[in-house]
């Protein structure tokens, strides 16, 4: 079974939960505490929930012609130079070319702008550039990396001429992460047996892993770790500072400061998005669940909201899963992109208004930078790719809309 599959098996609630390798594990097995450091509990914890908010509706103010997206290279070959795993692990640099974290094999894969193999950086193992299986990579404005190593148990810092500068612990899973405009790191950790249980942003220290606050959910509402995407949520910065979060399993956006103080909570109410509490198991009689895979902030404080939903054909890309030991029988995809399309929307949330939408006929992984989507293109052939797609915006900003 491809990567590709065994994530998309997890979103539709079989055996592993979601899109990334730490999830083939188990979704709400405890896993080992200890790692990042932590300040008094009292002061992390202060912001960790607050009281609910009535969301404010999304309205539709539609610019039916300003955004465009355009279908640009593909990425990934069978080649091993060339070799994806296809998923989150993928980075633009400032000089246009491209760098992959292959989760598994423990090494960094750099491509040219067009897509060329380039050669790779590190190695398996647990020494300086090493790896053994990365969940997650960031980097900053001067292309400075943070690679969130969930195998080493640690996140290490590499500067832009490739050498390893720090490290600090982390042992819990970390599935979406943004740099604040201080240097801190805003994440959505997993912690699985420790006080934080639950709770699902974190913003800590990008030196050494001290967490500074917790938050991201109201006082009322009760943690059940069976939910569907329980604890989980997709982040972005604004250029103002304020974090974005999204559920996956609710079209629900809210904004809080950096101290974990909930600013506002804004809600899509369509009828292709009906929120769930129950994940279903992909099967060929029922048409897998929407969800939020991710959220971005532009640079002209505009929200991208990508949700994957069932594609007009799905039921083509369900095969049955062969057996394997351990494993309970059921259905897999033959590709993420052929049981999903991509509904692309920008929010302007300064008139809570949904200004534009799209549908891609791809799953949309999110963006890479400001005007550059990245899509599952993984064909019949089984070889995991990258689709890349130019997407732009021309219309009013916030500023003349109000």
């Known amino acids: 079974m491809s990567m590709a599959c065994r994530r998309l098996a997890g979103e539709n609630g079989t055996e592993s939960p979601a899109s990334h390798r730490w999830s083939e594990r188990q979704a709400n097995l405890p896993i080992s505490w200890g790692g990042i450091s932590i300040v008094a509990l009292a002061l992390s914890i202060s912001a960790a929930s607050v009281h609910s908010q009535a969301p404010t509706v999304l309205r539709e103010s539609m610019c039916r012609a300003c955004l465009s997206i355009e279908q640009g290279i593909t990425l990934g070959d069978a080649t091993d130079a060339g070799a994806v795993s296809v998923g989150r692990g993928l980075l633009q640099l400032r000089d246009g070319s491209f760098l992959h974290a292959d989760g598994r094999g423990g090494v960094l894969r750099r491509f040219s702008s067009r897509g060329l193999p380039l050669g790779e950086i590190g190695r398996a193992g647990s020494g300086p550039l090493e790896f053994r299986e990365i969940d997650w990579i960031m980097r900053d404005s001067r292309d400075t990396l943070v690679v969130f190593d969930l195998g080493n148990g640690r996140a290490s810092t590499i500067s832009p001429t490739l050498k390893q500068v720090r490290q600090f612990s982390i042992t819990h899973p970390v599935t979406s992460a943004s740099f604040l405009p201080t240097g801190h790191i805003v994440a959505n950790i997993h912690f699985a047996d420790s006080p934080r249980v639950g709770v699902p942003v974190h913003v800590i220290d990008r030196n050494s892993g001290t967490i500074l606050a917790s938050f991201g959910r109201d006082d009322d509402e009760t943690f059940d770790s069976r939910a569907a995407w329980a604890g989980w949520r997709e982040i972005a910065v604004s250029p103002a500072g304020t974090i974005w979060t999204a559920r996956r399993n609710a079209y629900r956006l809210e904004e809080w400061d950096a101290h974990g103080r909930k600013l506002r909570s804004l809600e899509r109410r369509v009828n292709w998005f009906v929120p769930y509490s129950v994940r279903t198991r992909l099967s060929p009689t029922e048409a897998p669940q929407p969800h939020v895979e991710r959220i971005h902030m532009d640079s002209d404080g505009r929200l991208w909201v990508f949700i994957a939903v069932p594609a007009a054909d799905w039921r083509r890309s369900v095969v049955a899963r062969r057996p394997s030991p351990g494993i309970l029988p059921g259905f897999e995809p033959v590709s993420l992109s052929g049981i ?37 293109a993984q064909a019949e052939d089984g070889v995991p790719r990258y689709r890349l797609w130019t997407a732009a915006f021309r219309g009013p900003t916030s500023t003349t809309r109000r």
């Open 340 to 376: 999903y399309d991509t509904i692309v929307e920008i929010i302007d949330t300064s008139s809570g208004s949904v200004i534009a939408s799209a549908r891609l006929a791809d799953y949309a992984w999110g963006m890479l930078s400001d005007g550059l989507i990245y899509s599952d």
